[in-house]
């Protein structure tokens, strides 16, 4: 039996423009709808990267704290922008950034994602113009996916999977053989997710804030969806 959803992803799964991101982000209202309680490691520009990480650090801690077992967790990431990135330099300042401060195992670990590179911030510049390529970032993100996906398991956890994004470019070959392990009982909307299943595809007519994130209404439609999905 789950008794309790361990959630991570970006800002749209901590709740980024929300009035009272603890009690209305979609994660708390999941919960709430499976009657479970929720752990929400989600921080605002995260990458996936920083999700597999931080998910694979914390969930020890996180078992014990609640005295859980690995079978009674459920661990439910929802994934980011796939160009986002990020790289370890503790000596340098942290972006100043809203939201829950990081956790010991995110110091020294510095975002790079498309916003810091408008702003100038010269290791995102770098990245973009001499290390990025889309095909060689899915590559990582799908790395990345097979060994937490396989840690999880493993472990004995139970594992599911959304998209905060939608997943763009195309399923790099070496990654077909793990893609065939997801079906629709572990990705909402599959893989890649069919259209109107990621959370900024929500329906048209749901409020958005000034920078671009859904609201309350967008927030209790992806809660609703997914407590659907996952009932079924």
Known sequence: MVKLLVTNG????????????????????????????????ARDGSSNRRVVRSTVARLAEVCADRRL???????????????????????EKPEVRTGPADGPGDRGWQRIGP???????KPSRAF???????????????????????????????AR?????????????????????????TVWGGLPPRPGHSFLEMPDGLARGPGGHPLEEGHAWFA?????????
């Not at 916003?115 to 911030?121: I, K």
């Not at 889309?134 to 590559?139: D, K, M, P």
């Not at 959304?162 to 990654?175: I, Q």
Request: proline residues 6%; charged residues 20%; glycine residues 8%.
């Open 10 to 41: 970006c800002s749209c799964t901590r709740g980024e423009e929300l009035r009272d991101p603890a009690s209305h982000a979609w994660p708390t209202l999941l919960g709430d709808a499976l009657g479970i309680d929720v752990v929400n490691l």
């Open 128 to 158: 973009y113009d001499h290390l990025w390529s889309e095909e060689g970032q899915l590559a990582n993100f799908f790395l990345d996916w097979a060994l937490l996906d396989a840690f999880l398991r493993q472990g004995g956890f139970h």
């Open 115 to 121: 916003w810091r590179q408008d702003a100038g911030h």
């Open 224 to 232: 609703a969806s997914l407590g659907k999905w996952l009932s079924a």
């Open 69 to 91: 077992r690995p079978q009674e967790v459920m661990v439910l990431p929802a994934w980011t922008q796939s160009s986002r990135h990020e790289y370890h330099a503790p000596r």
């Open 161 to 185: 999977y959304a998209f905060a994004f939608p997943l763009t470019g195309t399923v790099p070959d070496l990654a077909r053989p793990f893609t065939r392990t997801l079906d629709e009982d």
